[in-house]
């Protein structure tokens, strides 16, 4: 067992240290995040999981976002799940269940499915990975997309700074005209590549064009997907940090 351990600490190690902390590449990571999303905003979700046990009913939720705040969600549909609220700030991740009759938040864990999705708690809460990784630039590679053919892309090489880090790994693959985001893969801390985020669809909103739509496939579980497709997404630089805190989650 000790030996196991002594092994995962150095795999860990390993992940986090080669890559390094290009600030070029580290800059293009964070303008791919201000094509997904702003800075403030909120937008409607629609979430559909499809696949084997799975029910394919759509979770739609609400999210509003304040830059280096914090994120809050609210579901709005099914019936069974109306009302469920999560808070994400810097120091962890909260759900509140008014229907549960308790007056107090559960704490969750970042890295867990989201209602069952493909997509991680920290996936749908916190939109930046800037701040937990390392990045540097791999090889150039050409992909092919659903709707944009085959298009030239830089990647970036995303290696987690510490082991609270979502992922060990992600690439980035990222269109090299523009730097819009295409797909990204994720690595969990054993090395196997589990799951994969393309994003298409590309829309004007709030302000730009971005991605409408974000699709997860899970490489754990065969034929598992879901789906998250973006409704009415504005800016919102209006957004009080009051909004933000667990006192507010549970009135």
Known sequence: MKRNCIFGALFFLTAVWAVGADPAALAVLKRVESIIYPDNFHVKNTLTTTGPGKSGVPLVFDVYHKKDTGSV???????RSKGIRF???????WMYN??????????LSPRSSFQGSVFSNNDVSDPNYSKDYN???GSDETIETADLGKVACRVLECAAKNEMS????IRVWVRASDDLPLRMDYYA????LFKRMTLSDVKFMAGRRRPSKITMVSLEEEGVVSTV????????????????????LTR
Do not use: C, H, Q, W
């Open 189 to 192: 801390r054993s090395g196997a």
């Open 73 to 79: 969600m609210t579901i709005l549909s099914p019936a």
């Open 166 to 169: 979502p992922y060990a790994r």
């Open 135 to 137: 990045v540097e630039f």
């Open 98 to 107: 008014p229907k549960a009759g308790s007056g107090n938040a559960i704490r």
């Open 87 to 93: 808070l994400e700030r810097s120091n962890g991740l």
């Open 229 to 248: 497709a973006f409704e009415d997404m504005t800016v919102r630089n209006d957004l009080p940090d009051a909004m933000f805190t667990e006192a507010a």
